[in-house]
Structures are given as structure tokens and as C-alpha cells.
């Protein structure tokens, strides 16, 4: 019980983003020792041959430059599959091709609606930026998939698509498809793009397989030997993520980062240990939950994570 103690911080010129981790691990600090712990469980996770990684997130985030985080995921392979949001596609595409900005939480949102531009938290989206620039690429994107005789497809062939047609080298999209890791948007409705793709469906016989995807997942669940998730938020991504992998006796690997409380029963704050009471993470498994935000705690992680496996 008292076999580690506590040390104090040895900062130093140029530390790196993994010293700085390695320190948190001794100096423990709360939150600290917690991500210290959750970058050790990826690690682990990552370096395990057997074990297929999710990774679940929320759109808000990718508003942000975590985007650029989600992005060098997928990019170096550190997850095998994506469960998300459509508005993580909504913003995806629409920052290949226009900017948002940095605004503050207490600006004011009349103002900005007379001037077409919509808050997200302190980040600003002008009109011009979202739906009007996704409508147009949209549009082009099914109009094309129409004229080659495509008439139904699942959210994974669509984000692939996307990622090939109509998103730049700086998008998470993009990098799901040159690296052919699947991307699935069970609430595919649920924003802009979803929204297209109703608008389309109303003069087009054109329809979204959401059971092709649930046969994949299902297909990947049950032929991995493990399985591990870095879970961002809660939500609809969140649940299908670990409601899946009950049906193989849970998550062997899991890092929750999260804002939400437990006490109000929400999915979004429930802890690892109540996951483990239905089945969807295994109760002798290595999980973590870090509360923080993962605009601050994410590319600490990674940044950590990158400099671990490039020595590997």
C-alpha cells in the first residue's frame, strides 16, 4: 500500500510531451496520475497484435484542431476502427474547404445570428463555412455516386467515399479511406450531411444500409481475439462502441476521457466499473477514466503515445 511515494516535478529545457507524461506518473497529481495510467493502457493496447482498437468521439471536437488529433490516428494506424458522429463528417468536409474561427463563450449570439455565423462553444462557424459549403459537396458526391449506378450504401462505403472525393489530405476522412479503416455513424441522420442525404432521397431511390454496418461490426467483433478503446465523450458513439464488444465478453482494453458526471445515471458519465456490470468491458481488463477536456488531455496522450512507438 505505501510502495510509491509521491515525487515532486523536475521540469527541464525542451522537455518533450512523453517526459512530461513519465513525470505525471510519478508525481501523480489527481487527473495526472490517471492520464499517466490511460496513455499506458493504449500503449499496451496498440502493441498487442490481437487486440482490434476502436476509437469513439463526438463531432464538437473535431470543430476544433483535435481534428488534426483524430486525424494522425488514423493516419498512423493507432486505431482499426471509428465509431462517431455525423457531425464529425459534417465539419471533416466542410474544413477541407473553408475556415472556422476563434471566438469566446460570452460573445453575443444575437449578433452573430444577424451576421450568419453560429457558435460552437468559443468557436465560430459563419454559414458560408457549413452548410452551404456541405450542401454543394454533397450534392456533387451523390450526384456522382447516382450517375455510376450506386443506390444504396452503408455509412462506412459513404465516409470512404467522402474521404476519397470530397475532403482535403487534412481530414480524418481522408485518411480513413487511403488506410481503409472503416468509419461508422450510427445516428447517420443526426446533421448536415445527414440532412443531404434525406434531401437527395426525396427526388432519388437512394437509401443508407445502416445494417450493413451493424453486420460488420458484428463481423470484427466476433473474429477478434481482443478488442480495446480510446472512448472520447458519451453519446450514441460511446454506446455503440461498447455495446457491441458485450457480445464477446467485453473490452480487454479501455480509456474513457470524459467532462460528464456519474450521479445523474447519463452514459456519458457512467464509469468503466458499470460497463463491466453489463458485460461490455471484462472484469479483470485494464480501464481508465479520465475527466477532463480532451481538447487539453488528447494530444497529450497521443503526443506521448507517438514518441512511445517511434522508439518501439
Request: net charge negative; glycine share 8%; aromatic share 10%.
Amino acid at each position: 500500500m505505501l510502495e510509491k511515494s509521491v515525487e515532486d516535478y523536475n521540469l527541464f529545457k525542451n522537455m518533450s510531451v512523453d517526459e512530461a507524461v513519465q513525470q505525471m506518473e510519478k508525481a501523480w497529481g489527481f487527473t495526472a496520475g490517471k492520464l499517466a495510467l490511460g496513455v499506458k493502457i493504449l500503449e499496451e493496447m496498440i502493441k498487442d497484435g490481437k487486440c482490434v482498437k476502436f476509437l469513439s468521439f463526438p463531432a464538437n471536437l473535431v470543430a476544433s484542431g483535435i481534428r488534426g488529433v483524430f486525424k494522425e490516428i488514423v493516419k498512423r494506424r493507432l486505431a482499426d476502427v471509428v465509431v462517431t458522429t455525423c457531425g464529425t463528417l459534417d465539419h471533416d468536409v466542410a474544413r477541407s474547404w473553408k475556415k472556422y474561427f476563434r471566438g469566446s463563450f460570452l460573445m453575443d449570439d444575437d449578433v452573430l445570428h444577424e451576421r450568419g455565423i453560429n457558435r460552437l462553444g468559443n468557436i465560430l462557424v459563419p454559414n458560408e463555412s457549413y452548410g452551404l459549403i456541405i450542401e454543394d459537396k454533397m450534392k456533387t458526391l451523390l450526384s456522382g455516386l447516382w450517375d455510376e449506378g450506386v443506390r444504396e450504401i452503408s455509412t462506412r462505403q459513404l465516409c470512404w467515399w467522402m474521404g476519397e472525393r470530397i475532403c482535403g489530405e487534412d481530414s480524418i476522412l481522408y485518411w480513413a479511406a487511403k488506410n481503409k479503416i472503416p468509419v461508422y455513424v450510427p445516428g447517420i441522420t443526426d446533421g448536415a450531411v445527414g440532412y443531404q442525404l434525406w434531401m437527395f432521397s426525396q427526388d432519388h431511390d437512394f437509401r443508407i444500409n445502416l445494417l450493413e454496418d451493424e453486420k460488420e461490426i458484428n463481423d470484427l467483433v466476433f473474429t477478434a481475439e481482443k478488442t480495446g478503446a480510446l472512448i472520447i465523450g458519451g453519446g450514441i458513439s460511446k454506446h455503440h462502441t461498447i455495446w457491441w464488444n458485450q457480445f464477446k465478453d467485453g473490452l480487454d482494453y479501455t480509456v474513457y476521457i470524459t467532462t460528464a458526471v456519474e450521479w445523474d445515471g447519463s452514459l456519458s458519465g457512467a464509469k468503466p466499473r458499470e460497463a463491466v456490470s453489463w458485460g461490455k468491458i471484462k472484469e479483470k481488463s485494464e480501464y481508465v477514466t479520465i475527466e477532463g477536456d480532451a481538447s487539453v488531455i488528447l494530444p497529450i496522450i497521443i503526443g506521448s503515445l507517438i514518441t512511445r512507438i517511434a522508439k518501439k
